[in-house]
């Protein structure tokens, strides 16, 4: 009985460590729908705000202008979150003349332009 015990319990911690952890970041999605709540598409979008492509290791531009203002890796505090997305406005879009800012003013997503 023990020796059964003893390897299901190894047989579901080796499930545990083979298995592949995503790093969602909720908290980040949650404030930019709280500070734009007049964007649309941004509720089917989710994690395509920031993010394009199959992995969510590729960012689009606004992604990674929201990741260079950020600097922080999986930041939960809220204040540094809203100031990042604040402070993202400022910086200039691939649309000509516009800023992130200005495009979310709008109601558009940032990377749709």
Do not use: W
Not at 28 to 56: Q, R
Request: hydrophobic share 30%; charged share 30%.
């Amino acid at each position: 009985m023990k020796t059964a015990l003893l390897s299901l319990s190894c047989a579901v911690l080796c499930t545990c460590f083979a298995m592949s952890s995503a790093e969602a970041r909720p908290k980040y999605f949650s404030e930019f729908k709280d500070m734009y709540p007049d964007v649309t598409g941004a509720a089917e979008a989710k994690c395509n705000v920031c993010h394009e492509g199959k992995s969510k290791k590729d960012k689009n531009a606004y992604g990674k202008a929201y990741g260079m203002t950020l600097n922080a890796k999986n930041s939960k505090d809220a204040e540094q979150i809203k100031k990042a997305l604040k402070d993202t406005e400022a910086k200039e879009s691939g649309t000509a003349g516009k800023t992130y800012g200005d495009i979310l003013k709008e109601g558009k997503l940032p990377a749709g332009e």
